[in-house]
């Protein structure tokens, strides 16, 4: 499985940007989709996940500025990042959990990455 994202960038606070990460190759199901980001100095966080049938789970820090959201025929996950200041800068990724066949162990997999800078 690979994890393709895009949509990062350099924003002023208060602004939005939309984040995307589609996943690709051979696999037999995607399980929860998410974000996480990691911003210099500071170890990886959760920022949101949501589930095959739309179940969401946000941090505290994210909640009522960001949406996650999937497309499930095209094993795609957004983030809309609103409302967004300097704390949100960081490397941002995307993570799936995915069976490669409907025997094998769920896997996380990751994308590569994506910067978001906001500057105040």
């Known amino acids: 499985v690979q994890l393709q994202a895009s949509g990062g960038g350099l924003v002023q606070a208060g602004g939005y940007l939309r984040l995307s990460c589609a996943a690709s190759?051979?696999?037999?199901?995607?399980?929860?989709m998410g974000w996480y980001r990691q911003a210099p100095g500071k170890q990886r966080e959760l920022v949101a996940t949501i589930s095959p049938g739309g179940s969401t789970n946000y941090a505290d820090s994210v909640k009522g500025r960001f949406t996650i959201s999937r497309d499930n025929a095209k094993n795609t996950v957004y983030l809309q990042m609103n409302s967004l200041k300097p704390e949100d800068a960081a490397v941002y990724y995307c993570?799936?959990?995915?069976?490669?066949?409907?025997?094998?162990?769920?896997?996380?997999?990751w994308g590569q990455g994506t910067l978001v800078t906001v500057s105040s």
């Open positions: 190759g051979s696999f037999f199901s995607v399980r929860d």
């Open positions: 993570n799936a959990e995915a069976r490669s066949s409907r025997w094998s162990a769920l896997i996380d997999y």
